[in-house]
């Protein structure tokens, strides 16, 4: 019987990467941009076990419509694009704008804890039988660590991560476990999406300053 595969795509961690190992600087507003779907498949086929891919979760900020409407409606029209699949899920918090903001850039607040609570939660409710959690964010450990101790036979944690120029890290848990999905510059190219979403009319991505983490 095939392995259910769940991929977990902490988004922004995602696409800043790949900028930094498939691009050079000043980025486009489509680099780095990657199709959830397609991405929770290219990793499942890379797998050696018989595996279906059931689901791909995206994390992800959101911006503020009042305070940024234009990069607001970017990522409302490139969550409506994920969302088209009815296998992509988006969980999306609210950016935290500091008192200083717009000199200083807002940030992702909670993206990491729902995701990790997700990762734990839907592992002991036997959800998935493998969870691939692509990110290269330390602050997940805790949320691997914790899927690991969980004494279920069924549960299988797996770890991806972009490997170019600049990028050899990811997460692990002691002795160099769980195992990583190592995506390279024919991945990339292979699950890239190069709509615009700042155009009205586009289903989704722009610059991280305008439907990301951070943004002015």
Not at 41 to 58: E, F, K, Y
Not at 197 to 214: D, F, H, K, L, M
Request: glycine share 8%; aromatic share 8%; charged share 25%.
């Amino acid at each position: 019987m095939a392995d259910r595969v769940v991929v977990y795509v902490d988004y922004m961690n995602v696409f800043m990467v790949a900028r930094q190992c498939f691009h050079e600087r000043p980025y486009g507003p489509t680099q780095g941009q990657v199709d959830p779907w397609k991405l929770g498949l290219r990793i499942a086929q890379r797998r050696r076990r018989p595996s279906v891919l059931v689901g791909v979760r995206v994390y992800r900020g959101v911006p503020d419509a009042s305070r940024q409407p234009l990069p607001y409606a970017a990522n409302e029209r490139q969550t409506a694009a994920w969302r088209s699949n009815p296998k992509v899920e988006v969980i999306r918090r609210p950016l935290r704008y500091p008192a200083t903001w717009p000199q200083q850039r807002a940030q992702e607040k909670g993206v990491d804890v729902a995701l990790g609570i997700d990762f734990v939660r839907l592992a002991v409710r036997g959800t998935y039988d493998v969870g691939v959690l692509m990110s290269t964010d330390s602050d997940l450990v805790p949320a691997l660590e914790g899927a690991l101790e969980i004494k279920t036979a069924s549960v299988h944690i797996e770890v991806a991560a972009w490997a170019g120029r600049g990028a050899n890290r990811r997460l692990t848990v002691g002795n160099n476990l769980p195992w990583c999905h190592r995506l390279d510059r024919a991945d990339y190219e292979a699950v890239r999406d190069p709509r615009d979403y700042n155009r009205a009319g586009t289903q989704a991505g722009v610059e991280p300053g305008a439907i990301g983490s951070a943004g002015r």
